[in-house]
């Protein structure tokens, strides 16, 4: 299986498409202009406390209060709150660390924290809806190898999914012998096989991080950010990445340094397969992602000779339906068909729960099949597709009616992307103009980024089909607007425009205010 990852770095966002056999399966898209994120650690102070639920509201300083459960302090929450309480009440002396009681299983919120009191939090979940963001008590440090969390039970532990005894055994001994005094490690599966010296070195990483976390706490005046992952591609790129990836390619020189100097790091023979994505065309459009994202990010998803699923979220859960559409077959008879379907339909269920990043409940909502065994045969289709899903799921037999239910763990909100167009002859106002003028205006426009703003070099993104038709011909549109105003204007067909649509970008590839052709006018 052909696996690469592309990866589209823009001014506020940046998005990561993972391709399997050039058909995308997997996908997240991240706005880097918000705060929060899943693994950042706050220094946060207790707004209120909610007995009857035994939990608390924390203020971490972003919009919504975050939330946090007795069970989600921690075990080792006295020993770790301990130690920052000693680094806020003397910032200039170094904290000695205090091993006290666990916490108490069946234990009172109200008895550990008090309003006003400032805890050393992690983000778990990212906020969902109304809701804000979930956090712990319970600190995790997590590399590429292993996670290690600071003050727990002095304990090394290995991934199950390492199957060779002996490999558990060399890991626990290895890492165990170079781990800080006090802290748990958690060795991860990729760790397998790897040499003593890569261990050595994210240690040394994960320790400094929470060295860091240490100084920024002491120099902390209120709450306040302590830790934030690097950088959220570095941070994805270590949940997704495998060895069996052929190629990552990136459109921003400097993410494609860092995540050239990353792979470099954790998997010196790979690095090459890092590449830098220069051409003047969109990335996604390149590689056919764009088209893929409208296809199957809307609420009708096709997938097999006429059949469809309908995808519905409501607040409680996710909604599935599966549709036959045209897709029968006058040799075989109701049940064979509906079985077809259904099996097909799990395939395309099984990468839009990964495509979507869909948790909470999921119904599905299959064609009725009476065979039992057919049941059966798509409970256990549906398994084994789930099984490399890297998020902890459980699914349950059909029912009767055929519906299957299951849940899928959820930690930030399922991806939505609206993939409806304004008309493109109207846009949205009921009245179109001559599409015959379009050209001159697009003319106009150029003329005035030449003569008026003095930008000599500059493209002009639209749609595919209009850049064919300016594109056409010895004697195109494009030569005759290059001759009369410069030679350095370039035509980038962008599918995500619509037919009228049209964007201008200097040679940074930043796009052209259009508004200053009016403030300089005015001038």
């Known amino acids: 299986m052909n696996k690469e990852l592309v990866i589209d770095v823009r001014a506020e966002q940046v998005s990561i498409a993972l391709l399997e056999d050039k058909k995308l399966v997997e996908f997240s898209r991240d706005n880097l202009t918000e705060n929060f994120d899943v693994g950042n650690i706050y220094l946060g102070r207790v707004k209120r406390i909610m007995a009857g639920l035994n939990a608390a509201f924390i203020d971490i300083g972003c919009d919504k209060e975050a939330f946090i459960h007795y069970h989600d302090l921690g075990e080792n929450f006295p020993s770790l709150n301990n130690y920052v309480q000693q680094i806020l009440s003397d910032r200039k002396h170094q904290p000695k660390f205090q091993k006290l009681p666990q916490l108490a299983k069946d234990g009172s919120i109200k008895d550990v924290l008090t309003v006003g009191q400032m805890i050393l939090v992690q983000i778990t979940k990212e906020p969902i809806s109304t809701k804000g963001a979930r956090i712990s008590g319970e600190i995790s440090i997590a590399g590429r190898f292993m996670v290690m969390l600071p003050f727990a039970d002095n304990r090394t532990t290995a991934s199950q999914k390492i199957e060779s005894h002996e490999e558990k055994t060399r890991l626990r001994q290895l890492v165990h012998s170079i781990k800080p005094q006090n802290f748990s490690v958690i060795i991860r599966t990729v760790a397998e096989g790897k040499r003593v010296a890569e261990l050595d070195n994210e240690m040394k990483m994960l320790n400094s991080r929470w060295e860091k976390t240490v100084e920024s706490i002491r120099k902390s005046k209120d709450v306040t950010l302590l830790s934030q992952e690097s950088s959220r591609t570095v941070a994805i790129l270590r949940e997704l990445f495998s060895p069996d990836f052929e190629s ?5 020189e400097k993410t494609f340094e860092e995540i050239k100097n990353y792979i470099a790091l954790i998997s010196p023979d790979q690095k090459d397969i890092v590449k ?19 296809i199957f990010f809307g609420r009708i998803v096709p997938f097999k000779r006429g059949a469809y699923l309908i995808l519905d979220q409501t607040e409680a859960m996710f909604v599935i339906d599966v549709n036959s559409g045209t897709r029968t077959k006058a040799s075989q008879n109701q049940e064979i068909n509906a079985l077809e379907v259904n099996l097909a339909a799990a395939e395309e269920i099984a990468r839009q729960l990964r495509l979507r990043d869909i948790g909470g409940i999921v ?37 009767k009616f055929c519906v299957m239910e299951m849940t899928r763990q959820r930690v930030r909100p399922a991806i939505a992307i609206n993939t409806s167009e304004t008309c493109p002859t109207c846009f949205g106002t009921g009245k179109a103009k001559p599409s015959i003028f379009f050209t001159n205006q697009l003319e106009e426009k150029i003329e005035q980024i030449v003569k008026v703003l003095k930008i000599k070099k500059f493209s002009i993104c639209i749609h595919p089909f209009v850049a064919a038709f300016i594109e056409k011909g010895f004697f195109s549109q ?46």
């Open 248 to 252: 990552i390619y990136i459109n921003d």
């Open 276 to 294: 830098y994505y220069k051409d003047e065309i969109p990335i996604y459009d390149h590689f056919g992602i764009t088209r893929q994202i409208k």
């Open 363 to 399: 119904v599905v909502d299959f064609i009725d099949m009476e065979n039992r065994d057919n049941l059966r045969m798509l409970y256990e289709r549906m398994q084994l597709l789930m099984k490399d899903d890297r998020a902890r799921h459980n699914i349950l037999p059909l029912s």
């Open 478 to 523: 494009k030569r005759k607007w290059r001759r009369k105003y410069t030679r350095k204007l370039k035509v980038v067909p962008m599918q995500e425009l619509g037919f009228l649509q049209y964007k201008f970008l200097d040679s940074n590839k930043e796009e052209i205010d259009l508004n200053l052709l009016k403030e300089v006018e005015k001038k």
